[in-house]
């Protein structure tokens, strides 16, 4: 099969033709139809000693079933449309048994090592038991985007958002963008998003937020006060980068709620005082469970949302070693589908 392969920091991704992957006993080979390229993947092949040579990208795909492992249970066949956690779970841990395999921290992911290829290729294998059905309703650019959709669920349900409250979300790139969907289906009445960009603002305006923020020009404080008469009860910071929590903790209400969808990698800053008085509540929130996915499959099948605007362009295999490099700090691109086929 043919597939994009990482070479090292600073090179394009190649394009090369692998051997097509033969699952295992509790394995299914999904044939790609769209598979999403990911702000994780950009930065993991930015630097080098981070993701090793040979590595196929991607975690976030949908397809149909080519293949099936023997010992693969609930009755799928060959054409199935499905889309699955790109998780490989050990199956043996606290995690695993309290059936939250986003925290196993013995198994692995597809798309991050070469001994567990991703998406960016004609075909991905995935764990027979955390596959999930792609119904009819929902087309293929959704269904590819069912995955960073899954982040925002897992976010909004870890802020256990309350009808009428208000809802500031620091970063509108697709996790905060897909936040943004869920938090306003959730019954927030506010949803605010403080974004620098503006394609990224008016992106997430689309996409449920009540209004928007650019925070190089305006007091966050100020103006969210203004637009919802209060502190937010729930502060999402879906960036990652340093001094953001801290921001979060200095703008959130009484007893409010920070909940962390950033990944960063380094040591960070928070004021305890201001915690402390408020007695706010820090949640870090870490991919998604199978409900996540099981809801937004739902939401998508039943029309409650709406995800088309988070999905910017598709490319071919052809095109991807180029589009990849230009994604890197390009906030007019959300999310850029690869359909291999
Ligand atoms: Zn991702
Ligand atoms: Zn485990």
Known sequence: MRAAVFQEAGQPLTIETIPDPVPAEDEVVIAVRGAGICGSDLHITQHAGITRPGTVLGHEFA???????????????????????????????????????????HGNWAGVTPERPGAYAEYVVARGSLLQAVPAGVGDNDAAMIEPLAVGHHSVARAAI??????????GGPIGAAVALFARAAGAKHVVVSEPAAARRDRCGLLG?????????????????????????????????PGLLHQAVELVGL???????????????????????????????????????????????????????????????????????????????????????
């Not at 889309?83 to 395999?101: G, I, K, S, Y």
């Not at 937020?209 to 999402?236: H, M, N, Q, Y």
């Open 162 to 171: 309350r009808p009428g409250e208000a809802v500031l979300i620091i970063g």
């Open 63 to 105: 397809g149909t079933i080519a293949a099936l492992g023997a010992g693969v249970a609930g009755g799928w066949k060959v054409g199935d449309r499905v889309t699955a956690l790109p998780l490989f779970p050990c199956c043996a841990c606290e995690a695993c048994d309290a059936h939250m395999p986003n925290l196993c921290s």
């Open 255 to 341: 007893r409010g709620r920070v909940i962390v969808a950033g990944v960063l990698f380094e040591e960070d800053r928070l004021p305890p005082l201001t915690a402390f008085i408020k007695e706010v509540t820090i949640a870090y929130s870490q991919a998604y469970t199978e409900r996540d996915f099981a809801a937004v499959i739902d939401a998508l099948a039943r029309r409650e949302i709406d995800a088309t605007p988070l999905h910017t362009r598709t490319v071919t295999f052809d095109e991807l070693p180029a589009a990849f490099e230009a994604l890197r700090g390009n906030p007019l691109e959300c999310k850029v589908l690869i359909d291999p086929r």
């Open 209 to 241: 937020a009540t209004a928007t923020i650019d925070p190089t020009s305006e007091d966050v404080a100020k103006r969210f006060a203004a637009l919802a008469g209060k502190r937010p009860d729930v502060v999402f910071e879906c960036v990652g980068a």
